[in-house]
T-cell receptor, first 114, second 115 residues
Framework: AQSVTQLGSHVSVSEGALVLLRCNYS??????LFWYVQYPNQGLQLLLK??????LVKGINGFEAEFKKSETSFHLTKPSAHMSDAAEYFC????????????FGKGTMLLVSP | DGGITQSPKYLFRKEGQNVTLSCEQN?????MYWYRQDPGQGLRLIYY???????QKGDIAEGYSVSREKKESFPLTVTSAQKNPTAFYLC??????????????FGPGTRLLVL
């Protein structure tokens, strides 16, 4: 079965600093990978996804992620953090097994200080 | 505007009571999903439906029931058998549900509290 591990339940950065949120996955088939963002008491919004093709994926709000098969990783980065980036971020994987249910990581709360 | 609506935003349940959470979408999506979110646990799949009149159990279906009588609606009932129902419940939909890599779109959620 597929699984997702997000390292660090909380990550703190200063405004303008690099954001790095880590995600490692386990899947017996080539994975389809997602990053979602959740603001307090709201639903989830898709940041970006990897399906096939280019391994560096660009998303909304200046975020990007790189799929590294050899490391089974899909880390999320942003060169310069903004106060509005403070939110919870979820990495998720879909198994290529005929239906599209998502398995989520436990989430990483990003804290941005001025 | 196309999207997913969930109601109510907050819901209170008494002991032994069944409650129903509403989820409606006007995206013309075939597939719909229910997730439960607990602090520090991420999201866990309760039920999903790929087509009208058909649905499948997810990872934590015990104590929950669903129906899919209309394409746009996928209500979730939290029964009295669910002993720890306090959580944030999220509904989602995707275009077909049978193609890997589809984006799931989420509603704003319903927070269920036990009195």
């Amino acid at each position: 079965a597929q699984s997702v591990t997000q390292l660090g339940s909380h990550v703190s950065v200063s405004e303008g600093a690099l954001v790095l949120l880590r995600c490692n996955y386990s899947s017996s088939v080539p994975p389809y990978l997602f990053w979602y963002v959740q603001y307090p008491n709201q639903g989830l919004q898709l940041l970006l996804k990897y399906t096939t093709g280019a391994t560096l994926v660009k998303g909304i709000n200046g975020f990007e992620a790189e799929f590294k098969k050899s490391e089974t990783s899909f880390h999320l980065t942003k060169p310069s953090a903004h106060m509005s980036d403070a939110a919870e971020y979820f990495c998720a994987v879909i198994s290529n097994s005929g239906y599209s249910t998502l398995t989520f990581g436990k989430g990483t709360m990003l804290l941005v200080s001025p | 505007d196309g999207g997913i609506t969930q109601s109510p935003k907050y819901l209170f349940r008494k002991e032994g009571q069944n409650v129903t959470l509403s989820c409606e979408q006007n995206l013309n999506h075939d597939a719909m999903y229910w997730y439960r979110q607990d602090p520090g646990q991420g999201l866990r799949l309760i039920y999903y439906s790929q087509i009208v009149n058909d649905f499948q159990k997810g990872d934590i279906a015990e104590g929950y029931s669903v129906s899919r009588e209309k394409k746009e609606s996928f209500p979730l009932t939290v029964t009295s058998a669910q002993k720890n129902p306090t959580a944030f419940y999220l509904c989602a939909s995707s275009a077909q549900g049978a193609l890997p890599g589809e984006t799931q779109y989420f509603g704003p959620g319903t927070r269920l509290l036990v009195l």
